[in-house]
């Protein structure tokens, strides 16, 4: 009965073990599709497609968005603080998005590379903090880059 | 300790266990969650960035941790219930399924309805979202499969096959947003450094977290007996206690 156990041990770990595997090398086989989307370093690389819906994402640069001030025409600049890529979008923008946010945007790449964008998506990052701690931080430059505290 | 254990395959001694502990951790739950909820809702500052809306948090949070956690237990519980066959194990993982089943469902939920003030959609197909997906779909498919099978011997053992190779998909959901980019940002909470949160946020937070274990405990416990006496409804201490 303790051989039968122990044997039983061997079948359910050695299972675990081989579906563990099995999903990790179809998940890194994967890789590349699985990332939501090209950075501006792999775009100036080269390695994203033109003239096809993709996603791209780095952060909104500074002193970069132009409004229209007759439409809702932006264009900004998104950086991965490497390469910068030109954005322009003709949509309503989501409450997060300024200067130093995080977004990714779906869109296409044209021929002079400047993204035309279908969606702007802002991402937000993992640090929450009350209003007040905010601009105490702002007040002594430490809040991180591009954490604009809305008013 | 090995007498205790023993003890927790017999039926009859796990019901008596499971009735006796059960009051405490219903009241753990209900004020926890109570204590929480207020303090969440009601005295923790709002966020800098998304004022009020990132108070989905306190549920958001709480439901998807349980969402891996009750997935891990059943996959404890498979495993012991395939390599020692005990019973009890198996109608633990039984009895756990629906919860996080549900769960899940509430995380992606909340995420969804928090998704589209902050990042500007409902759902995008980043690897965090689709790998909670996928751990929905495989709930699903646990409940389905045992209720296929109806209550014999070898559907327990399929369900118990199923429960461990799905709990692959558990440090997939972890590590997703380390491994791939992703819209879902990183972990707040990290063993390595502190917390990316004050104090006054993450405080009822813990709370919330440490309320939904305790229902998921009290519920699981109040399930387990329903179960035992369901399963062994031919034995002679239930027939006892019936009368």
């Not at chain 1, 090209?38 to 909104?60: K, L, N």
């Not at chain 2, 951790?25 to 009601?42: N, R, T």
């Not at chain 2, 629906?98 to 909340?110: E, I, K, N, Q, V």
């Not at chain 2, 389905?144 to 429960?163: F, I, M």
């Amino acid at each position: 009965m303790r051989a039968n156990r122990k044997r039983r041990l061997i079948i359910v770990l050695g299972l675990v073990a081989l579906a563990a595997v099995a999903v990790g090398l179809t998940l890194y086989a994967l890789r590349a599709n699985i990332n939501l989307f090209f950075t501006p370093s792999q775009i100036a690389a080269g390695e994203a497609p033109h003239d096809r819906t993709m996603r791209i994402g780095g952060v909104v640069k500074k002193d970069s968005v132009n409004r229209d001030s007759n439409s809702l025409q932006v264009t900004f600049v998104v950086t991965d603080f490497a390469k910068d890529v030109e954005v322009s979008y003709d949509d309503i923008l989501p409450d997060l998005f300024r200067e130093g946010q995080g977004v990714v945007i779906v869109g296409k790449l044209d021929d002079s590379n400047e993204f035309i964008a279908q969606q702007v998506l802002a991402k937000h990052d993992e640090t929450y903090m009350p209003p007040e701690v905010a601009q105490a931080l702002k007040a002594t430059g430490n809040l991180p880059d591009g954490s604009v505290p809305s008013s | 300790m090995w007498t205790f254990i023993h003890k927790l395959g017999s039926p009859k001694w796990c019901y008596s266990l499971c009735g006796r502990l059960q009051p405490g951790f219903w009241i753990a739950a209900l004020l926890l969650i109570a204590v929480g909820s207020v303090w969440s809702l009601a005295y923790s500052p709002p966020d800098y960035q998304m004022g009020n809306s990132y108070r989905i948090i306190y549920v958001h949070v709480p439901s998807a941790i349980l969402a891996q956690s009750v997935f891990v237990s059943m996959a404890i519980a498979s495993a012991v219930f395939l390599i020692w066959k005990i019973k009890i194990a198996d109608m633990a993982a039984t009895v756990m399924a629906p919860f996080g089943a549900a769960m899940t469902f509430l995380g992606l939920f909340s995420g969804s309805l928090w998704g589209v003030p902050t990042w500007g959609t409902w759902w995008t197909w980043d690897a965090r979202l689709t790998a909670m997906l996928i751990q929905l779909f495989l709930y699903i498919g646990v409940i389905a499969l045992r209720g296929a099978y109806g209550r014999n011997d070898q559907g327990a053992k399929a369900v118990a096959v199923l429960t461990l190779v799905g709990v692959v998909n558990i440090p997939i959901i972890k590590y997703s947003v380390v491994w791939w980019n992703t819209l879902h940002q990183p972990a707040t909470f990290t063993l390595t450094s502190r917390p990316a949160m004050p104090e006054s946020m993450w405080m009822p937070l813990l709370i919330m977290v440490l309320g939904f274990y305790c229902f998921f405990t009290a519920l699981t416990l109040y399930r387990l007996r329903n179960e035992i006496i369901r399963r062994e409804s031919r034995t002679r201490w239930v027939q006892a206690l019936a009368e």
